[in-house]
């Protein structure tokens, strides 16, 4: 049967003042959605609509809601807000302590590796001469270790300066035969006047032991250089993320009520339906204008720290660099010893008792002449630890690099948004697709925001972190350069010169707006976000699945046109539905007849 055009017509209409009823709230329609949503002593509940010109957040001609449960409301959200935010910052904390974790466990390990095979080479070599002069070489690794973990704030040139100036006095008074208490007043009188002093050794030493010397102190020097750089870098990480948070009691008066028009005005209108992921990107990214002011500061020290950590992976490899510290410095012993007797000449000058030491080459007659000295190497398989640690820390890094800048997308992904874009879901004031556009990433961007605007005010917390994070980063950049972060002249020259892997960061406030130079453009075109350093990314076998790297698509909401869908709540739409399907039912059979 086809229906005429009245009947048609009359179908139309009632749809239509169906969707009307239903769009909109009025005097005597029960308010059910708050109190099967809410735990609420059904005292603070209105069973029917009033007048919601008071309120704040959610004012209307008429709402379920009074100013009390407006602000039981109001309270709710803020907490949800918070504690979804604290949620994922921790969550990363907690990632990177422990990446810290194996990374010192691993350094650890091939430090005592690096030292007992070193002793073992040593006592094969020198036997009991070695023995006793043994502990020269434990306290110089545990200075070492402790340096690199922090423990010990003596400055590392100065580590090996005494351990070089106590290590000649040691030999030179070996080489010549000096034993029990001779030895110890020989070796006190050149430690007094500084024979074997930084400043005195370039006039002391042969070229061939100076430049053993050097080999050894700029392996030792760049390694544990670089490998205190990343653990301050990587602590550096765990304090920001603990650090910048967003404070309830602190959100402005905008973000508040753009958060209840997102989540919560919908229930005061008796409807119950997800936000829009439109809706709440905007004001996710009003909101945490404050916090994303740090994203410039924070790719840039994570790019640094990417590119320290290849060169952790090479050249500056603990693994590589500590493997042959045994031979190095039993090679170093071995030429100082063979010009013992030249340097004495010196010596005698300084010390006159050492006249009564004697000439006799005790330290070379004691190092044995075995065909095949020991064979040190601290194995390829730690080797192949230590880079699969490092690849591992770079999938992370490479991860939260735009963290900041992105951060509202997983945030609306956890509050439970609607991101279909089948305009089933609340734009702020009915249930319909959200047409208002969404702000662009970055905190300048937000100054326009439709939903909460910022007016470019700064917290001081994010104002240190930003101070900590731009020094790491001059430190990982003087370190990727081989210069010593701890004796740099002027350390804020880092804004006043570039190098390949600063290229394409950008600057600003961190809005990522591209509408300036140096933010991402060139002549193939712009990018969100600029590349991280140069080279193919390493790969993860199990990558971090506790980030999102992108936000949310929302490009249905935003350009798809068309009329509202409306969608209400059961319990409002059976009141309608029976009365309308026997009006239908009554226009079909008169139609008919």
Same mark, same amino acid.
């Given at each position: 049967?086809?229906?005429?055009?009245?009947?048609l017509?009359?179908?139309?209409?009632?749809t239509?003042?169906?969707?009307?009823? %239903?769009?909109?709230?009025?005097?005597?329609?029960?308010?059910t959605?708050?109190?099967?949503?809410?735990?609420i002593?059904?005292?603070?509940?209105?069973?029917?609509?009033i007048?919601?010109?008071?309120?704040?957040?959610?004012?209307?001609?008429?709402?379920?809601?009074?100013?009390?449960m407006?602000?039981?409301?109001?309270?709710?959200?803020?907490k949800?807000?918070?504690?979804?935010?604290?949620?994922?910052?921790?969550?990363?904390?907690? *990632?990177? *302590?422990?990446l810290?974790?194996?990374?010192?466990?691993?350094?650890?390990i091939?430090?005592?590796?690096a030292?007992?095979?070193r002793h073992?080479?040593?006592?094969a070599?020198?036997?009991?001469?070695?023995?006793?002069?043994?502990?020269?070489f434990?306290?110089?690794?545990?200075?070492?270790?402790?340096?690199?973990l922090?423990?010990?704030?003596?400055p %590392?040139?100065?580590?090996?300066?005494?351990?070089?100036?106590?290590l000649?006095?040691?030999?030179?008074?070996?080489?010549?035969?000096?034993?029990?208490?001779?030895?110890?007043?020989?070796?006190?009188?050149?430690?007094? +006047?500084?024979?074997?002093?930084?400043?005195?050794?370039?006039?002391?030493?042969?070229h061939?032991?100076?430049s053993?010397?050097?080999?050894?102190?700029?392996r030792?020097?760049?390694?544990?250089?670089?490998?205190?750089?990343?653990?301050?870098?990587?602590?550096?990480?765990?304090?920001?993320?603990?650090?910048?948070?967003?404070d309830?009691?602190?959100?402005?008066?905008?973000?508040?009520v753009g958060?209840?028009?997102?989540?919560?005005?919908?229930?005061?209108?008796?409807y119950?339906?997800?936000?829009?992921?439109?809706?709440?990107?905007?004001?996710?990214?009003?909101?945490?204008a404050?916090?994303l002011?740090?994203?410039?500061?924070?790719?840039?020290?994570?790019?640094?720290l990417? %590119?320290?950590?290849?060169?952790?992976?090479?050249?500056?490899?603990?693994?590589?660099?500590?493997?042959?510290?045994?031979?190095?410095?039993?090679?170093?012993?071995?030429?100082?010893?063979s010009?013992?007797?030249?340097?004495?000449?010196?010596?005698?000058?300084?010390?006159?008792?050492?006249?009564?030491?004697?000439?006799?080459?005790?330290?070379?007659?004691? +190092?044995?002449?075995?065909?095949?000295p020991?064979t040190?190497?601290i194995?390829?398989?730690?080797?192949m630890?230590?880079?699969?640690?490092?690849?591992?820390?770079?999938?992370?890094?490479?991860?939260?690099?735009?963290?900041?800048?992105?951060?509202?997308?997983?945030?609306?992904?956890?509050?439970?948004v609607?991101?279909?874009?089948?305009?089933?879901?609340?734009?702020?004031?009915?249930?319909?697709?959200?047409?208002?556009?969404?702000?662009?990433d970055?905190?300048?961007?937000?100054?326009?925001?439709?939903?909460?605007?910022?007016?470019?005010?700064?917290?001081?917390?994010?104002?240190?972190?930003?101070?900590?994070?731009?020094?790491?980063?001059t430190?990982?950049?003087?370190?990727?350069?081989?210069?010593?972060?701890?004796?740099?002249?002027?350390?804020?020259?880092?804004?006043d010169?570039?190098?390949e892997?600063?290229?394409?960061?950008?600057?600003?406030?961190?809005?990522?707006?591209?509408d300036?130079?140096?933010?991402?453009?060139d002549?193939?075109?712009?990018?969100?976000?600029?590349?991280?350093?140069?080279?193919?990314?390493?790969?993860?076998?199990?990558?971090?699945?506790?980030?999102?790297?992108?936000?949310p698509?929302?490009?249905?909401?935003?350009e798809?046109?068309?009329?509202?869908?409306?969608?209400h709540s059961?319990?409002?739409?059976?009141?309608?539905?029976?009365?309308?399907l026997?009006?239908?039912?009554?226009?079909?059979?008169?139609?008919s007849?």
């Amino acid at each position: 049967m086809v229906l005429g055009c009245p009947s048609l017509c009359i179908l139309v209409l009632l749809t239509a003042n169906l969707a009307l009823s %239903l769009s909109q709230l009025t005097r005597d329609t029960p308010c059910t959605i708050l109190k099967e949503t809410y735990l609420i002593p059904e005292s603070q509940l209105q069973s029917y609509p009033i007048s919601g010109n008071d309120l704040r957040s959610c004012s209307s001609s008429i709402t379920c809601c009074s100013q009390h449960m407006e602000s039981i409301l109001e309270l709710d959200v803020v907490k949800r807000y918070t504690n979804h935010f604290h949620n994922k910052t921790r969550s990363l904390k907690h *990632t990177f *302590t422990k990446l810290r974790q194996e990374f010192q466990d691993a350094f650890l390990i091939l430090m005592a590796d690096a030292e007992a095979e070193r002793h073992t080479l040593f006592r094969a070599t020198y036997g009991d001469i070695y023995l006793i002069n043994q502990h020269i070489f434990k306290e110089f690794f545990e200075k070492l270790k402790s340096f690199c973990l922090g423990s010990n704030i003596e400055p %590392l040139p100065d580590i090996l300066d005494s351990f070089f100036h106590e290590l000649f006095i040691r030999v030179h008074s070996l080489s010549l035969g000096a034993t029990g208490d001779s030895l110890e007043g020989y070796a006190d009188c050149i430690h007094r +006047k500084q024979l074997f002093s930084k400043d005195n050794l370039e006039k002391t030493l042969p070229h061939l032991v100076l430049s053993s010397m050097a080999t050894v102190r700029d392996r030792v020097r760049k390694s544990l250089y670089a490998a205190k750089g990343f653990l301050e870098a990587i602590k550096q990480i765990e304090m920001t993320l603990g650090q910048v948070s967003v404070d309830g009691n602190r959100l402005s008066p905008k973000c508040k009520v753009g958060l209840m028009r997102a989540f919560h005005c919908q229930k005061c209108s008796n409807y119950n339906a997800m936000p829009c992921i439109g809706l709440c990107l905007n004001v996710m990214k009003g909101c945490l204008a404050p916090q994303l002011q740090i994203h410039d500061s924070w790719s840039r020290m994570l790019n640094n720290l990417a %590119l320290l950590s290849d060169k952790l992976g090479d050249s500056l490899s603990l693994t590589s660099n500590f493997n042959t510290l045994g031979q190095e410095l039993s090679f170093l012993v071995t030429s100082y010893s063979s010009y013992a007797g030249d340097i004495q000449q010196m010596v005698k000058r300084r010390c006159p008792n050492s006249d009564n030491v004697g000439t006799s080459e005790i330290l070379l007659r004691n +190092k044995r002449t075995a065909s095949n000295p020991p064979t040190v190497t601290i194995g390829d398989k730690r080797e192949m630890d230590f880079q699969l640690l490092i690849r591992k820390f770079q999938s992370h890094c490479d991860t939260v690099t735009s963290l900041w800048s992105v951060f509202p997308g997983p945030l609306c992904e956890s509050l439970s948004v609607d991101s279909n874009g089948d305009g089933q879901c609340w734009n702020g004031e009915t249930i319909g697709r959200y047409t208002k556009p969404v702000s662009r990433d970055g905190t300048h961007s937000q100054i326009t925001n439709i939903e909460v605007s910022h007016e470019g005010a700064s917290d001081s917390t994010v104002s240190r972190q930003i101070d900590e994070l731009h020094n790491t980063a001059t430190r990982l950049k003087h370190l990727y350069n081989g210069v010593d972060p701890y004796n740099v002249v002027d350390d804020n020259a880092y804004d006043d010169y570039e190098d390949e892997y600063d290229d394409g960061s950008g600057s600003g406030d961190g809005s990522g707006d591209g509408d300036s130079s140096g933010d991402g453009c060139d002549e193939s075109g712009c990018y969100d976000h600029p590349p991280t350093r140069p080279g193919p990314k390493p790969t993860s076998t199990t990558p971090p699945d506790l980030y999102f790297q992108t936000t949310p698509n929302v490009k249905s909401e935003q350009e798809t046109s068309g009329a509202s869908t409306l969608s209400h709540s059961l319990p409002f739409f059976t009141m309608f539905l029976m009365p309308l399907l026997s009006i239908i039912t009554s226009t079909l059979t008169m139609s008919s007849c």
